[in-house]
């Protein structure tokens, strides 16, 4: 089998290889919790290989088209963090839990959306663009949103969360750009076998987040479970209807309704193991694992109708 055809056999299968890993986890946990101590690490890994496959050039379409970046942007971080705070009253969720619901809500994009809304024949463009831009501003917004809607009783450490940000997801970005740029052949060798290293090592971060909770998650996983659901059909949800009432054409609907939906949940893990404690990454893990199953069905639905 090729690495072209491993890929593409990969990033379909990627929604049952990341509940097959959280299975493997919860029933072994001792085989993943060495994966605890080093999510930060591995995000960063999946982060710059994200950087590697964009150039600098690829920021002109904010300039060609910024009304469609910009709504795709404001939805992203205006919707999923209210739907999160929403929920939280609503379910009256524990500190910790509650804590990496909202931390879900306040992330950028996940890499996975551009995945899924290739599947669904969506705007791929705008889709990258989206991811890129929020993951860029998730330094200064991703801790801003949490100051302002975990409530004054909540310790959150703005300065300490941006740097960590800019450790994980910003520089190794902008690293992995700035070697694409200058070495573009090399990167041309590797970068086929970029999707697949992405995918295993994002299904090992929620594997070791799902390890070291599997009791946790064996008391409160439903109330999690449900919460997680509801949080990203929301957001699928309001991301189609705020496009739809842009009347933006149906690829654009199509990568924005996936954008908002999908998170970075691997960042919302990473952050809440850092800040909040093992309890709080659940929510980012259980993410992982729904949304991925839940955009390939929205993509597989997507594409039939088209």
């Not at 919790?33 to 496959?53: D, E, S, Y």
């Not at 809304?117 to 463009?125: H, V």
Request: aromatic share 8%; proline share 5%; hydrophobic share 60%.
């Amino acid at each position: 089998m090729s690495l072209a055809c491993l890929n593409s056999f990969v990033s379909k299968q990627m929604p049952f290889l990341v509940l097959l890993v959280s299975a493997l986890a919860l029933i072994f946990p001792s085989a993943f919790t060495w994966v605890a101590p080093r999510i930060t690490i591995l995000l960063g890994m999946v982060m710059f290989g994200m950087g590697t496959m964009l150039r600098f050039v690829d920021f002109q379409l904010i300039f060609q088209r910024p009304r469609d970046v910009l709504l795709g942007c404001l939805a992203q971080y205006a919707l999923m963090p209210l739907i999160a705070f929403v929920l939280v009253r609503i379910f009256a969720l524990p500190t910790d839990i509650a804590l990496g619901v909202l931390l879900v809500g306040c992330c950028p994009g996940g890499t996975a959306s551009n995945v899924i809304t290739y599947l669904a024949k969506g705007d791929i463009a705008l889709s990258v663009t989206i991811t890129m831009i929020t993951t860029l501003l998730s330094p200064v917004i991703t801790p801003l949103l949490m100051l302002c809607i975990s409530g004054e009783t909540i310790a959150v450490p703005f300065f300490s969360m941006m740097f960590s940000i800019c450790q994980v997801v910003l520089f190794p970005i902008l690293l992995g750009i700035i070697v694409n740029t200058f070495l573009q052949r090399l990167i041309q060798k590797i970068s086929v076998c970029l999707p697949t290293f992405s995918i295993v090592v994002i299904s090992l971060i929620i594997g070791g987040v799902m390890a070291v909770n599997a009791d946790k998650i064996a008391s409160i996983g439903l109330v999690i479970a449900v919460v997680v659901v509801l949080h990203n059909l929301t957001g699928f949800a309001l991301g189609y209807l705020v496009s739809r009432m842009a009347r933006l054409e149906r690829p654009k609907v199509k990568a924005i309704t996936i954008e908002v939906g999908m998170q970075n949940s691997g960042l919302a893990a990473s952050l809440a193991m850092i800040y909040f404690g093992a309890a709080a990454a659940i929510p980012g893990a259980l993410f992982s694992v729904w949304h991925n199953l839940s955009g390939s069905l929205l993509a597989n639905f997507f594409a039939k109708q088209d």
